[in-house]
């Protein structure tokens, strides 16, 4: 499979935009293994899940195929930064305790990527992937997301987006599978703020290539009033995790 770069274009933003994941997912992960030396973040992007997972684990490597979005991750003390595809990373063999991929495997090569968590992973370590879907406001907000979602949208998303509707819940995943806790990332945002992340999405951008024009345009003025004269307002995306067991 040929690496598909739907984020370069959009790097910059994400760094700005994109949630941060909440801390008890590092708890959480943290508590899974025997040891916390080392933890692969892979298919990081700007370091989003690295941040977390470097509060937990004495050294984080974190990976992405995009050198853009390497070039704009935030440096960080006990994380190392290396461009690579999830399916031939360059750390040695049996060296990894955890093996994070935070909203990335719907794009990865399954059976190669299989392949290399086994090689890296230590014996009775773990693989734990996990994706966020639409995010939720307020039911007036929502209904105007809901339609750029899938009126304006829907042709502009690559086909993998499914999997994310789907919760990963179709994808195959040959492991001991753990049962993990609910978990949300909760952010306050004002409305410039919920633009932007908006903005990030890759049907935007591929939109925008095809039409010569912003999605956004079509939306702005109702998103606006279904936001109302609140400042900020609470932004919710639940998290829908595969958690398992490196055999």
Not at 83 to 90: G, I, R, S
Not at 179 to 189: D, E, K, S
Request: charge should be negative.
């Amino acid at each position: 499979m040929t690496f598909q770069d739907h984020f370069s274009r959009q790097a910059q933003g994400y760094t700005q935009f994109r949630p941060r994941y909440p801390r008890e997912l590092s708890q959480y992960l943290g508590s899974l293994v025997a040891r916390r030396q080392r933890a692969w973040d892979c298919g990081c992007g700007n370091g989003q899940a690295a941040a977390g997972l470097a509060e937990m684990f004495d050294e984080v490597i974190a990976t992405d195929p995009s050198a853009r979005q390497i070039a704009e991750a935030e440096p960080m003390a006990r994380v190392t930064y290396l461009v690579a595809t999830a399916e031939d990373c360059p750390l040695e063999s049996h060296c990894v305790d955890l093996i994070a991929v935070a909203q990335a495997l719907h794009w990865f090569d399954l059976p190669r990527f299989y392949v290399e968590v086994r090689r890296v992973g230590r014996s009775s370590g773990v693989l734990a992937a996990w994706c966020y879907g639409l995010v939720t406001i307020s039911p007036e907000v929502d209904r105007v997301i809901g339609h750029l979602y899938e009126d304006i949208l829907g042709p502009y998303w690559p086909p993998e987006r499914k999997l994310i509707e789907e919760r990963y819940a179709s994808l195959p995943f040959p492991f001991e599978e753990l049962t993990a806790p609910p978990m949300a990332i909760v952010a306050q945002w004002n409305l410039p703020d919920l633009m932007g992340y908006l903005e990030t999405w890759s049907s935007v951008q591929r939109y925008i290539q095809r039409q010569g024009a912003d999605p956004l345009d079509l939306v702005k003025a109702d998103l606006a009033a279904a936001w109302g004269e609140a400042s900020t307002q609470a932004i919710r995306w639940p998290l829908y995790m595969r958690v398992g067991r490196i055999d």
